[in-house]
């Protein structure tokens, strides 16, 4: 039954994650000391690492919505990069030959000549907007998609200059260089386009014959071109003059991101659509043939990015974690200090840490697995009763419950997508109050 509440108020937030959000609330959990007694505890916590860079010291850089950090040890340990406001949303990110860090935000460009340890944000006027692609040739010519305009520099940024190209278009996505002095870039409506002079001039080489939309480019160092798509795999072996698809051994045809590796092995990883799930393929023959990876330890829903480093090491960003690979691909590791995902920590009765599924008993220096009993792991909200007891809610409307501090779990209830909770407390007395959003909107029930 369905009670209507007039004592309880339910705080609501929203964690942001790049390309999509996730709702949270704040839990119910022991008196928080004030501010001033705060550290960071977990080390590293990451979340999202959308956009991945290796430069030829492989160093490692890692961005997520508006957080960057770096690695010197192949993802071992992770440094925290600050840079600009907290507003800032980190867009796109690219490296030169010189290790140089350009990053593309929602409030211009920002450069780091010393592998991030310090910023400037790139001065001219014409780079204060909104970066939507950013690009670095092997000249170190630079071409940036700034708001609806495409900006150039050739001198590492310090001063830029306005380009009107021959094209009417809202926005630039990617911006791809070949060794061979082409420019490939995509924008809105999925259109493709080449250029040969440094990005005064396009031509339009969208492959208008396949009834689909680019989504990632790629080229390797010989000169193939690559268009993923949300209907399979395109090549081109003429700068995009003439078009093949190229999707044997595919099992889902919406495409996410491109990586290739120092031998040219190719990379793909793809979102569910209804064209197949999510999964993560290699092809050793430039696209002939492809072979799903994703069985071996590594989301492919959430894959966003590839990077390789000098001993052709994989690593993937991910809305979760960087995953790393030394064996082409075959099986992955998750790096990031096994932290958990989410970010609904509780703490139980012993004291130990509750994150989502994961718990940790040395004050968050490692955090291990907690989800027996559990099939659906899609937590949003957590609490923690005066019992003891945690109670957790999911995405799909269902509670879960831990009698023994997150050990094992049962589902105290059936639940639908249609009926997700958003937020979970409790009363005075004990009950139950939650928050549901179904057909109706946002809801407040008590048990």
């Known amino acids: 039954m369905k009670t209507i509440l007039k004592n309880f108020t339910i705080t609501m937030s929203v964690v942001i994650l790049g390309f999509g959000c996730k709702d949270a609330t704040e839990p119910s959990a022991p008196t928080v000391p004030p501010a001033a007694q705060w550290q960071q505890v977990i080390g590293t916590y990451m979340g999202e690492a959308l956009l991945l860079a290796i430069d030829s010291a492989n160093s490692m850089y890692a961005a997520g919505s508006n957080t960057m950090f770096r690695s010197l040890d192949r993802g071992s340990s992770w440094t925290h990069l600050s840079f600009g406001s907290g507003t800032i949303a980190i867009n796109t990110?690219?490296?030169?030959?010189?290790?140089?860090?350009f990053v593309g935000t929602n409030q211009g460009i920002y450069r780091s000549t010393d592998r991030g340890i310090g910023w400037m944000r790139v001065s001219d006027r014409l780079t204060s907007g909104f970066v939507s692609a950013l690009g670095i040739g092997p000249s170190g010519t630079i071409l940036a998609g700034v708001d609806t305009f495409l900006i150039r520099s050739t001198n590492n940024g310090v001063t830029w200059t306005r380009?009107?190209?021959?094209?009417?278009?809202?926005?630039?996505?990617?911006?791809?260089?070949?060794?061979?002095?082409?420019i490939f870039a995509i924008t809105d409506g999925g259109k493709v386009y080449r250029s040969v002079d440094n990005g005064s001039?396009?031509?339009?080489?969208?492959?208008l014959y396949i009834n689909t939309g680019p989504t990632s480019?790629?080229?390797n160092s010989n000169g193939i071109l690559f268009a993923g798509t949300t209907n399979g795999m395109l090549r081109s072996s003429?700068?995009?003059i003439n078009w093949e698809q190229i999707n044997v051994g595919l099992t889902s045809y919406y495409m996410r991101c491109l990586g290739v590796n120092r031998n040219g092995d190719l990379f793909?990883?793809?979102?569910?659509?209804t064209g197949g799930r999510a999964a993560v393929f290699r092809s050793t023959n430039i696209g002939d043939t492809w072979m799903r990876l994703d069985s071996t330890g590594i989301p492919g829903e959430s894959v966003y990015g590839f990077a390789f480093d000098s001993d052709g090491h994989v690593y993937a960003g991910s809305l979760d974690a960087v995953y790393r690979s030394t064996n082409d691909g075959l099986s992955w590791v998750r790096i990031n200090d096994r932290l958990p995902w989410g970010g609904h920590v509780v703490i139980d009765s012993t004291g130990s840490l509750i994150c989502d599924l994961y718990r940790s008993t040395d004050d968050g220096a490692n955090?291990?697995?907690?989800?027996?009993?559990?099939?659906?792991e899609s937590i949003v909200c957590m609490s923690v009763k005066s019992n003891g007891y945690i109670f957790a809610g999911t995405y799909f409307g269902n509670i879960l419950r831990s009698t023994n501090n997150g050990l094992s779990w049962s589902q105290v209830n059936t639940g639908s997508a249609s009926n997700q909770i958003r937020a979970l407390a409790f009363g005075p007395q004990g009950e139950i109050v939650l928050a549901?959003?179904?057909?109706?909107?946002?809801?407040?029930?008590?048990?």
């Open 238 to 240: 003429d700068a995009g």
């Open 201 to 207: 001039t396009w031509l339009n080489i969208t492959p």
């Open 436 to 447: 549901r959003l179904d057909r109706n909107g946002w809801t407040p029930y008590v048990s």
């Open 268 to 273: 793909i990883a793809t979102r569910s659509s």
């Open 367 to 376: 955090w291990y697995a907690s989800n027996s009993g559990v099939s659906d």
């Open 163 to 182: 380009l009107a190209p021959n094209i009417h278009i809202s926005y630039f996505e990617e911006i791809v260089f070949s060794n061979a002095g082409n």
């Open 217 to 219: 480019l790629l080229v």
């Open 93 to 101: 990110l690219a490296l030169n030959q010189q290790g140089d860090v």
